[in-house]
């Protein structure tokens, strides 16, 4: 049974980091691509990023893009999400997710998700 495990969230200050990771088990990386997504409270979930690693295409939001870096630690068949200049909205619950051949941005269209992990970003 395939697993998909985020961790890393917290509080942090605006204009502070936070480095997200997502463990996946029961699944060869190789063949799945791994998205990272975002619900805040009374909001749609939304796509944040994503990477294949077939083809090493990456993708971002327009919301994470210059701020946020995804990278794939092969080695420990994980995804992390690197987070910096964080603002009070991307307060929300981040979660990880696989989708079998290629990653996409719908954050519904996923095979195997993770229970998530909280981000706040206040002072």
């Known amino acids: 049974q395939p697993h998909v495990v985020e961790s890393g969230g917290g509080l942090v200050q605006p204009g502070g980091s936070l480095r997200l990771s997502c463990a996946v088990s029961?699944?060869?990386?190789?063949?799945?691509?791994i998205g990272w997504f975002r619900q805040a409270p009374g909001k749609e979930r939304e796509g944040v990023s994503c990477?294949?690693?077939?083809?090493?295409?990456?993708r971002y939001a327009d919301s994470a893009k210059d701020r946020f870096t995804i990278s794939r630690d092969s080695a420990k068949n994980t995804v992390h999400l690197q987070m910096n200049s964080l603002k009070p909205e991307d307060t929300a619950v981040y979660y990880c997710?696989?989708?079998?051949?290629?990653?996409?941005?719908?954050?519904?269209?996923?095979?195997?998700r993770g229970q998530g992990t909280q981000v706040t970003v206040s002072s």
């Open positions: 990477i294949n690693s077939s083809d090493g295409d990456i």
């Open positions: 029961g699944l060869n990386l190789d063949y799945y691509g």
């Open positions: 997710a696989a989708r079998f051949r290629k990653c996409v941005m719908d954050p519904y269209d996923y095979d195997y």
